[in-house]
């Protein structure tokens, strides 16, 4: 006879883990207790075969469970223990974390369209293993008494389920029926008939509204690109499974894996050549689908399609496709609140359809595609917020503001580390007010007060502001050091490494825009080796608008100026521009991104973005194969040149430079890097910034780093755009 205690940490609340462990405990006959506490799931065991308790109990954990820790200790036997039994949680600190909110299981969604089953077509059923987490969790522990499902009161049959630790339903906090849970406004056939006739909805998802339309109707897009004022940047779609996603795009057998995982996050793919509006993503050769991912979205493909009954369906092809996109306005955050929507959204939609749970986290869609057979981030947020990043060592609880432009938090608790789901661009006060909804969120979900504040090194950013308000040790972190440090925090490294940031802007220590930088990291230091050969940037942050100007600088700065007005004879200003150039009146930039916009200018893509990174999307779209430029690029001890490629591809096919410009600067990259590892005796290189959300600039780079024999390291965990930032901010700060 032995008697342990257990103590695990991980992802164990509201995934079915404490009936999971009476179930063990019941076949191996023991006594004993388990319940969540503030120092994580405790469990004291007694019996004959306690020994096999931690292996069974770990070979059958529910399938969103993971264990990060589990401490054994042998205690005093109990002499009056006869069962085993779940008792209630212990409020307090926590050290376990929500898991995020994920799809409707397989088990659900039978029951959902069988006409017997209680919750026959109701949308808002779930269980331990599925449903919201995260979007309705006030506080931990994970009780109901502090989720939005406070105000529900469980009918008779739903206390049933929710306190037989048999049941799947056994403490799924947000459990309920149509008899005591939440209700939809308006009937699911009422929407899809809204659909049918070409209406933009206004729904309200787990994490916040989203405008739909049929994909399907160029008219209906149209409009919804107005009114969203969205005039060109790509638009999501949501099929309602894999065999209807296929008539859109090409998918292998990652990109499948990706889009059913229980995230269920928006996918980037190959498009197909299709009826679909053009418009769904002008002149991208990549669609970013997601499929249905709440019963709320199930029961609308059904009615689409005939409200048939039963799983059949499921598994067949429609022709049914929505565009799926957030509810928001003018640059401001996603709406969540049900008041705003209804002043809000008639701006964009003819219906409106909420319910009566509140949205305590707003949380928007995920985005990701598969880049070297892996996923990366390109928004990070439901389905994979809050899951913890485990550190290499434990570090005082930091708090770090992140970036400017796609905007996250990150707070630390010991050896984790926790990323906000994506917050977006500081430019408004509506971003503004839910960058610090998210801060108290995160800070009252995790119970951890900051010791430390860090914050990019911008004097002017809203971050150094605010860090300037606090009462505590603050931390200025270089723009391009927290993106590298933000990989090396990931992937728990603490040696010597290479970083190649790659990214549009990011102030630099000389009050310069960098943004093509190779450094060498140590610790918490950096060294800046090289960098891009610096290059005017005309009209500053207007030159990332307008790429047509960073054109006319690659002209001035190979000896062309005077064909500035020649070339951008529409352009009202390049007079001006030629005469800034030729006066050396410019901030100059050592800047890929404007790369990027240069080249797209240089090949006639566009003159104008009409979103971020467009001239970057449309260059990318166009790559067939890449092709390398015999000496299309130089490099000394202190700068890397692409210009010989820009020069190049000045009068040459759209297509033709895409593959060239795309070629030569991942073999130049390559070379470059190469070169300063065998200079430094450094292997191990970190890739980041938002230019590597290029697949094949990535792809490139990692292939061509590892064939040459070099350790490679990318983002995985985060975005490599400015949603990464926060956590490296986080870890330097963390290590001072």
């Not at 331990?128 to 987490?133: L, S, V």
């Not at 049918?196 to 405008?211: D, N, S, V």
């Not at 566009?606 to 490099?635: C, I, R």
């Not at 780093?705 to 990464?724: H, T």
Request: charged share 15%; with cysteine.
């Amino acid at each position: 006879m032995q008697r342990l205690q257990l103590i695990i940490n991980g992802q164990v609340q509201g995934v079915g883990f404490r009936p999971t462990v009476y179930r063990v405990a019941q076949q191996l006959n023991l006594t004993g207790f388990v319940k969540n506490t503030g120092m994580g799931v405790l469990i004291k065991i007694q019996g004959l075969k306690t020994h096999d308790f931690t292996e069974l109990l770990t070979s059958r954990l529910p399938s969103l469970a993971r264990l990060d820790s589990l401490s054994s200790t042998s205690i005093a036997l109990s002499v009056l223990e006869k069962n085993f039994v779940i008792l209630n949680s212990d409020m307090g600190m926590s050290a376990t974390i929500i898991g995020p909110d994920v799809t409707v299981c397989a088990d659900c969604l039978t029951e959902l369209f069988e006409p017997k089953s209680r919750y026959y077509r109701y949308p808002f059923l779930n269980c331990t293993q599925c449903g919201p987490r995260y979007s309705i969790t006030h506080a931990l522990p994970y009780d109901r008494a502090q989720t939005a499902m406070a105000d529900f009161p469980l009918c008779h049959a739903c206390s049933r389920d929710y306190h037989d630790p048999l049941n799947r339903r056994y403490h799924a906090q947000p459990t309920a029926c149509s008899q005591c849970g939440p209700v939809l406004r308006v009937a699911i056939n009422t929407i899809a008939d809204d659909l049918r006739m070409g209406k933009i909805i206004a729904l309200k998802g787990l994490g916040g509204y989203q405008f739909i339309c049929d994909a399907k109707n160029a008219h209906a897009i149209a409009r919804l690109r107005l009114k969203k004022a969205r005039s060109a940047k790509p638009l999501a779609l949501m099929c309602i499974n894999v065999k209807s996603a296929q008539l859109w795009v090409n998918m292998d057998r990652n990109e499948e894996a990706l889009l059913t995982s229980a995230a269920r996050p928006i996918v980037l793919m190959e498009k197909k050549v299709t009826a679909l509006p053009e418009s769904v993503a002008p002149g991208l050769s990549s669609l970013g689908i997601m499929l249905a991912s709440t019963p709320l979205h199930y029961l609308l493909f059904n009615a689409l399609i005939g409200n048939v009954n039963g799983t059949a369906w499921l598994e067949e092809t429609h022709s049914q496709v929505l565009i799926v996109t957030s509810a928001n306005l003018h640059g401001n955050p996603l709406i969540a609140d049900d008041t705003q929507a209804l002043r809000e959204c008639p701006w964009v939609a003819e219906s409106i359809i909420t319910y009566n749970r509140s949205i305590v986290a707003r949380v928007d869609d995920s985005v990701v595609r598969i880049m070297a057979e892996k996923p990366f981030f390109i928004r990070r947020a439901r389905g994979f917020v809050p899951t913890r990043i485990l550190l290499a060592h434990a570090v005082p609880p930091t708090l770090a503001l992140g970036g400017h432009l796609k905007n996250t938090l990150c707070l630390t608790r010991g050896a984790e580390a926790f990323v906000s789901a994506h917050i977006g661009n500081l430019n408004t006060k509506a971003t503004i007010d839910f960058f610090h909804d998210t801060l108290e969120h995160l800070q009252r979900l995790l119970a951890v007060k900051p010791e430390r504040i860090a914050h990019d090194c911008h004097p002017d950013s809203y971050s150094t502001r605010l860090a300037n308000s606090f009462s505590l040790p603050q931390f200025a972190i270089q723009h391009h050091h927290a993106h590298l440090a933000s990989v090396a925090a990931e992937h728990q490294l603490t040696g010597p490494m290479l970083g190649l940031a790659l990214d549009g802007y990011g102030y630099g220590l000389d009050k310069n825009a960098w943004g093509g930088e190779l450094f060498l990291l140590e610790k918490h230091t950096f060294q800046r080796l090289s960098h891009f050969l610096p290059i005017a940037q005309p009209g500053g942050e207007t030159a990332s608008r307008e790429p047509w100007r960073m054109a006319a600088s690659v002209w001035h700065h190979l000896g062309r100026g005077t064909e500035i007005t020649t070339r951008f004879i529409a352009q009202a200003q390049a007079l001006d521009v030629q005469t800034l150039l030729t006066k050396n009146l410019c901030f100059a930039t050592s800047s890929c991104g404007r790369l990027f916009d240069a080249a797209a200018a240089i090949l006639g893509l566009l003159t104008h973005s009409q979103y971020e990174g467009q001239g970057a999307m449309l260059l990318e779209s166009l790559v067939t194969k890449p092709l390398v430029l015999a000496n299309g690029w130089d490099f000394n001890d202190q700068t890397f040149n692409l210009l010989p490629t820009l020069a190049f591809i000045s009068d040459k096919d759209p297509v033709v430079g895409a593959n060239i410009f795309h070629g030569t600067l991942i073999a130049g990259l390559c070379d470059w890097l190469v070169y300063w590892a065998k200079l430094s005796q450094v292997k191990g290189i970190l890739l980041s910034g938002g230019c590597l959300l290029n697949k094949v600039l990535a792809e490139g780079l990692v292939n061509g780093l590892r064939q040459a024999k070099l350790k490679v390291y990318v983002p995985r965990l985060l975005p490599a755009n400015d949603g990464g930032i926060s956590l490296g901010q986080a870890w330097l700060a963390g290590n001072r």
